[in-house]
């Protein structure tokens, strides 16, 4: 595994859950360089409304420029990876500053969203749809 270029100096780290992806994120004191998977933040993550739901908890607790963040995210496709990049990021905050909690509580952002895609049943076309029924 690759060393960061993070030392341990007022680091923080959470880990956030989303569908299949999994995102640990690590913050710290800086000026708001945001890296993942060691690539730049909007490179990866291309779509506006998906990055500024990422960024949220940073938005809400007025800390965007403030932190450098670097993430590993893997599992799933971008837009479970971006909710775990949220929930990561809304976890170590609250690790950082127990002050936040009552902000980041209150617009559901500590809650892991648990909601995963139904497996397909044998018999079936998908998860519950069926095959058309024929009398004759």
Do not use: C, W
Request: glycine content about 10%; hydrophobic content about 30%; cysteine-free.
């Amino acid at each position: 595994m690759k060393k960061s270029n993070f030392s341990n100096v007022n680091l923080s780290m959470g880990t956030g859950r989303r569908k299949s992806s999994v995102a640990r994120v690590y913050i710290r004191e800086g000026s708001g360089n945001i890296k993942v998977n060691n690539r730049d933040f909007d490179s990866y993550i291309q779509l506006e409304n998906l990055r500024t739901m990422a960024l949220s908890p940073l938005v809400l607790t007025n800390t965007l420029g403030k932190y450098d963040l670097y993430i590993n995210v893997y599992g799933g496709g971008i837009s479970g990876q971006s909710g775990a990049i949220r929930h990561g990021i809304s976890r170590a905050l609250f690790e950082l500053d127990e002050s936040n909690k009552m902000i980041l509580r209150s617009n559901g952002f500590l809650t892991r969203d648990s909601r995963k895609v139904e497996r397909k049943k044998f018999g079936k076309k998908k998860a519950r749809k069926s095959f058309q029924f024929s009398k004759r």
